[in-house]
């Protein structure tokens, strides 16, 4: 495993569609795994292969339950990820982002979602979610089509210094 470099605004990977993954091999594994390290360190609690200059349809999750800080966060590993499903009505909520260093914004986003893809070995899976996994879920996938949160904002800024924002 091996950190990589985060690209960050105005790379050009991080506006373009990912591709589909059809190779499951070690090239893969290796990405995932280089994937879920890079995001601990920086730390986040998401990242696409975008963000890491890979032009595929790969993410990592990994979030806590909200409510009981004593479970350990789940890490989750998807590629090809698609939302099937999705509720009602937008919640607001602030986001940040580990390739727009520096700034945070409110943006509006579904509260449930259902998201199927495959694991790490081709398998197909399907995770529902809702609250703040749903909307990294939803901030990730977003990364795979080129969209950043900032397309989505309804306001960005800069936080005050200390101010803790989730980051993916």
């Known amino acids: ?9 105005p790379e050009p990977i991080l506006r373009k569609k990912a591709h ?3 190779n499951f091999g070690p090239d893969l ?13 920086a730390p986040g609690v998401g990242l696409a292969a975008p963000q890491v200059a890979s032009p595929l349809r790969v993410i990592v999750v990994e979030f806590g339950d ?24 937008l919640v607001v909520g602030t986001e940040g982002c580990l390739s727009i260093p520096g700034f945070v914004g409110d943006v509006e986003r579904v509260e449930q979602i259902t998201v199927k893809g495959q694991n790490r070995f081709g398998k197909p899976m399907k995770v529902k979610a809702s ?13 795979l089509n080129g969209v ?13 210094e200390g101010e803790v924002v989730p980051r993916d």
Do not use: C, Y
Request: glycine content about 2%.
């Open 66 to 89: 909200e409510e009981n800080e004593e479970v350990p966060p789940k890490l989750f590993t998807m590629v090809n990820p698609e939302i099937v499903r999705v509720s009602d009505g």
């Open 148 to 160: 950043l949160f900032t397309d989505r904002a309804l306001r960005v800024w800069q936080p005050a």
């Open 29 to 41: 594994q290796a990405l995932i795994d280089d994937m879920v390290e890079t995001m601990r360190d």
């Open 131 to 143: 609250g703040w996994l749903a909307r990294i879920f939803q901030h990730e996938i977003d990364h």
């Open 1 to 9: 495993m091996a950190l990589r470099e985060i690209v960050t605004i």
């Open 20 to 22: 589909k993954v059809t």
